[in-house]
């Protein structure tokens, strides 16, 4: 049955997207991993959890173009983590993008946005100023958890267009704001967006303290790698361990709020991470995060770059307990929160037009997207997968590999040479694609 037809007469639902940060496929119990998850497992359990879920970019910035737009992040020429003097989407190649909270917002949600930003450093480029009534939070990628230094030096705390000082830990402040959001919008409907900062670096547990101080920088130092926090590499992963685990503590404070405020029954919730995780760092750090079994981390155009963890939730209403190996990437969130919204989508051929698509049917009852082709690019690097086919060039001018990710998800046995015809139409889609992403924003 239609969600539509399910919800007929109903009131809209609330939704909450939970975004991880650098939290690689491999990191978590529930996939494998070695770190326990409580509430995370407790989640799937009661939900959907996929296997073949995709972040739109293999670093922070881009993904979050794409869950916030639906779109590809190349027609808004963000490609990369941003640098101190780039706008995101405040930038003149971004003025016509139009963000779900603002949809949202203009049908009567309140919206909100609590943590990390990542897409402008400047009072201009605000969430408040992007669709979203209020912004508690980090607009920096990287700041210390304690002090709230980013790597440029400065204070980077946020409450909407001030800076404001709070003590405490940056996961336990976001929780606390989302769960103040949640209280202040019982009535709804909300849409929340929880913008983890970890496990991102500078690694720090709740027991360390403040390692970053105002007025130094933390970017590109030479030496000692200290724009990553006070432990040594040996030290590095049980930090790590810890963050996961106070992530999910997070997880779990947010789902009891939602029960206790009697919420439970009319909202969505989707888990994901924006990236993988980084394996290594410049040759100093090793066994950092875990994107097993797949191949790449961070950065990569291979699946440890950009195959995350993904959980969706919705009592009553999703599946319970239920694998999906479906193929989807972070920016079908958009159109499926503007359907399950009941707001109208963007024209087709408009100039906002939307990338990805609704998985609502998938949501509740299991019916997949008929096979399409999907793209990725990170740095000179790019892919496209098409139903079991992934064709990567990985570098520019690089020879063309492919893989089946059917029988080889670690992409090992590159098959390129016993498949020519087909190595010519996935880079012909490629070059379609670039064509089009690209018509208005040349790289």
Not at 45 to 58: Q, V
Request: a positive charge; glycine letters at 10%; hydrophobic letters at 35%.
């Amino acid at each position: 049955m239609l969600y539509s037809q399910q919800t007929s007469g109903n009131a809209r639902p609330n939704i909450i997207i939970i975004l991880a940060d650098d939290l690689g496929y491999g990191d978590l119990g529930i996939y494998g991993g070695d770190v326990p998850v409580p509430n995370l497992a407790r989640m799937a359990r009661e939900g959907l959890r996929f296997t073949d879920f995709h972040s739109n970019g293999a670093v922070c910035s881009p993904t979050r173009a794409a869950l916030l737009t639906g779109r590809y992040q190349q027609r808004m020429g963000i490609e990369k983590a941003l640098g101190e003097d780039e706008k995101g989407l405040g930038d003149e190649k971004a003025k016509q993008e139009i963000t779900i909270a603002k949809y949202l917002r203009d049908t009567g949600y309140a919206t909100g946005i609590i943590g990390k930003w990542h897409l402008g450093y400047t009072v201009e480029q605000s969430p408040v100023n992007y669709g979203f009534d209020e912004f508690w939070g980090t607009l920096h990628g990287a700041g210390d958890y304690h002090s709230r230094i980013n790597t440029f030096g400065r204070y980077d705390w946020w409450h909407n267009k001030d800076t404001v000082k709070e003590k405490g830990y940056s996961t336990d402040l976001i929780t606390q704001h989302a769960i103040d959001f949640m209280k202040d919008h019982r009535k709804g409907p909300f849409f929340l967006f929880v913008s983890h900062k970890a496990i991102h670096f500078p690694w720090q547990t709740p027991g360390d303290t403040a390692f970053r101080k105002e007025g130094f920088k933390y970017r590109d130092v030479q030496g000692p790698l200290n724009r990553l926090g006070q432990h040594s590499p040996q030290e590095s992963r049980e930090v790590i361990r810890q963050m996961i685990i106070e992530m999910d503590k997070s997880v779990g404070e947010i789902f009891a709020a939602l029960r206790k405020l009697k919420l439970d029954k009319n909202t969505l919730v989707l888990f994901c991470s924006d990236n993988g995780g980084i394996v290594q760092y410049r040759g100093g750090y090793t066994n950092i995060s875990s994107n097993q079994p797949f191949r790449g981390e961070k950065g990569d155009i291979y699946e440890g770059g950009q195959r995350v963890p993904a959980i969706a939730w919705w009592p009553g209403k999703i599946r319970q307990g239920k694998v999906s190996n479906a193929t989807l990437m972070t920016m079908d969130l958009a159109p499926t929160f503007l359907e399950l919204a009941r707001t109208k989508l963007p024209s087709a051929t408009g100039p906002n037009r939307l990338d990805g698509v609704s998985i609502s049917s998938l949501l509740f009852d299991g019916q997949e997207s008929a096979a399409r082709k999907l793209f990725w690019k990170a740095g000179n690097s790019c892919a496209v997968r098409y139903g079991k086919w992934k064709l990567v060039v990985n570098g520019m001018n690089a020879r063309p590999e492919l893989y089946n990710l059917e029988n080889d998800k670690t992409e090992s046995k590159d098959l390129s040479a016993s498949e020519p015809g087909l190595v010519k139409e996935l880079a012909a889609d490629l070059e379609k694609w670039k064509q089009d992403v690209y018509s208005k924003n040349k790289p």
